[in-house]
């Protein structure tokens, strides 16, 4: 299954357009995005046997795929390349963070540069289905509503301001969270844990690897999340970036107004988002 929205109206993607799901599903679906983890197993029940019929709606208007969550986790140094590229140590831990829900936006969102020192980080990005606390690896994969692709967009000064590293102020710009195209439930993926995920720069492939490479699993990075505080059904997990960010470069590549950055992964689709000057950009900015 894969779910999207379109004019704030959840819909069914099937190939190249939608159907609404509510009208599809005579109403027994509502159609706002705030109450699809409301009625998850119901929807997943109607579309393993609906036959949805109704307007084909054309792909250009999605939105992001998600309502906006209550909670965003993100990793570090979880791609083996990326923590070489960086010359830190391979963490026995997944190094957890969060990234602040107003900086979510949908596929073809614009990212709005602060600054001259803006990274991109492309990643698998996890939506929970339901209520996870103190789940088991064995487990967690059954607690996941469905996989998507995001950009932990990553302002790097501020990001590595002060005697502590300041990563949720870095990666929370507006803008700094594109994802999408829609929602993708595990069981229409041949193996969710093995995704090639990657990204361009104005046509340049920057990053390109598999999930599969990841240092700590999805099913793990559930665990040990669901270990501390309970996922709730909404909930995102950024699920860590493979080597090639821009400033681990030499030189170091940053973003700048007129750029596109592309981003996929295998089975979901891709994202492809307008870098501009965000208000208080200058080219003066160091």
């Given at each position: 299954?894969?779910?999207?929205?379109?004019?704030?109206?959840?819909?069914?993607?099937?190939?190249?357009?939608?159907?609404?799901?509510?009208?599809?599903?005579?109403?027994?679906?509502?159609?706002?995005?705030?109450?699809?983890?409301?009625?998850w197993d119901t929807l997943v029940e109607w579309a393993a046997t609906a036959a949805p019929g109704g307007e084909q709606l054309p792909l250009d208007r999605l939105q992001l795929?998600?309502?906006?969550?209550?909670?965003?986790?993100?990793?570090g140094a979880n791609y083996r390349e990326h923590v070489e590229e960086a010359k830190v140590a391979l963490p026995e831990a997944p190094l957890i963070f969060t990234k602040f829900?107003?900086?979510?936006?949908?596929?073809?969102?614009?990212?709005?540069?602060?600054?001259?020192?803006?990274?991109?980080?492309?990643?698998?990005?996890?939506?929970?289905?339901?209520?996870?606390?103190?789940?088991?690896?064995?487990?967690?994969?059954?607690?996941?509503?469905?996989?998507?692709?995001?950009?932990?967009?990553?302002?790097?000064?501020?990001?590595?301001?002060?005697?502590?590293?300041?990563?949720?102020?870095?990666?929370?710009?507006?803008?700094?969270?594109?994802?999408?195209?829609?929602?993708?439930?595990?069981?229409?993926?041949?193996?969710?844990?093995?995704?090639?995920?990657?990204?361009?720069?104005?046509?340049?492939?920057?990053?390109?690897?598999?999930?599969?490479?990841?240092?700590?699993?999805?099913?793990?990075?559930?665990?040990?999340?669901?270990?501390?505080?309970?996922?709730?059904?909404?909930?995102?997990?950024?699920?860590?970036?493979?080597?090639?960010?821009?400033?681990?470069r030499n030189p170091s590549v940053f973003l700048k107004p007129g750029d596109t950055l592309v981003s996929w992964a295998t089975g979901i689709g891709e994202l492809r988002n307008?870098?501009?000057?965000?208000?208080?950009?200058?080219?003066?900015?160091?």
């Open positions: 299954m894969r779910i999207g929205i379109i004019d704030n109206r959840l819909v069914l993607v099937d190939g190249e357009s939608a159907v609404d799901i509510e009208r599809a599903s005579n109403g027994r679906i509502p159609a706002a995005p705030a109450g699809l983890f409301d009625v795929p998600v309502p906006p969550p209550r909670q965003v986790f993100a990793v829900p107003s900086c979510l936006t949908g596929p073809d969102d614009a990212i709005p540069l602060p600054s001259r020192h803006v990274d991109w980080e492309v990643e698998l990005v996890v939506v929970m289905g339901r209520r996870a606390e103190r789940v088991a690896e064995r487990d967690a994969w059954r607690h996941v509503a469905g996989l998507t692709v995001g950009q932990d967009i990553s302002e790097r000064a501020v990001q590595m301001a002060g005697p502590a590293p300041q990563f949720s102020m870095g990666k929370s710009f507006p803008g700094f969270g594109p994802m999408g195209p829609v929602l993708v439930t595990p069981d229409a993926l041949e193996d969710p844990d093995d995704l090639e995920i990657g990204c361009t720069l104005n046509g340049r492939v920057m990053q390109k690897s598999r999930t599969s490479t990841m240092v700590h699993s999805v099913a793990e990075l559930i665990a040990r999340i669901s270990a501390v505080c309970p996922l709730l059904p909404g909930d995102v997990i950024f699920t860590g970036t493979p080597g090639g960010v821009g400033a681990l307008p870098v501009t000057a965000g208000p208080d950009y200058s080219d003066e900015n160091k």
